[in-house]
């Protein structure tokens, strides 16, 4: 049975991962779509942005991308959960050769942390887009550095991810040679 779960999980979280990362970036509420509204801006979620940006690109989005901003926010709470999953998943494996739990414990927090910079990004756009035109100066300000603390827990969380890798083939390495 242990075996069994071992297989299914990873096989799982890869297939839910990849629908949504396929919602997020290829569907009819995803970021590339939103880009037909908004004069190819897309979504502010992966790039740095300010109040008069955030303005600006309000302004000028068609209403129908109100729409379909609303509903990739959906899907992008679901990728947040699949990819933070995933990203605990892969430290789980690179890091199999550390016995501490004090340790992997300290690793599994960055890509928590990540996926809370991600809520808080998300929910402050989403209530952005409900109250635009109205004053979002704040909640833009706000969301904008929980979009720079997430694009650095990304940047850490692939070094972190990388020399695990390094190390397990260290290990490994190690191990055959006794």
């Not at 071992?6 to 096989?11: C, F, H, K, N, Q």
């Not at 501490?100 to 910079?117: A, D, E, T």
Request: net charge positive; hydrophobic share 45%; aromatic share 16%.
């Amino acid at each position: 049975m242990k075996n069994k779960f071992r297989t299914w999980i990873p096989m799982l979280l890869i297939v839910l991962f990849g629908i949504t990362l396929y919602l997020v970036e290829f569907s009819s509420y995803s970021s590339n779509e939103l880009a037909k509204y908004n004069h190819g801006y897309g979504t502010f979620d992966m790039k740095a942005y300010d109040v008069e940006q955030v303005n600006q690109v309000l302004s000028n989005m068609e209403p129908k991308g109100f729409s379909v901003y609303r509903q990739y926010f959906v899907c992008d709470y679901l990728f947040i959960l699949t990819f933070g999953a995933l990203q605990l998943y892969l430290l789980y494996i690179a890091y199999a050769f550390v016995k501490s739990k004090k340790i992997k414990g300290i690793l599994y927090v960055i890509p928590v942390i990540r996926g809370i910079f991600d809520l808080v990004e998300n929910t402050l756009l989403l209530i952005v887009l409900q109250r635009f035109p109205g004053d979002i100066n704040s909640l833009v300000k706000v969301a904008s550095l929980a979009t720079q603390g997430k694009l650095w827990c990304i940047r850490i969380w692939c070094v972190v991810f990388l020399a695990g890798v390094v190390g397990l083939m260290y290990s490994r390495r190690k191990g055959t040679r006794k």
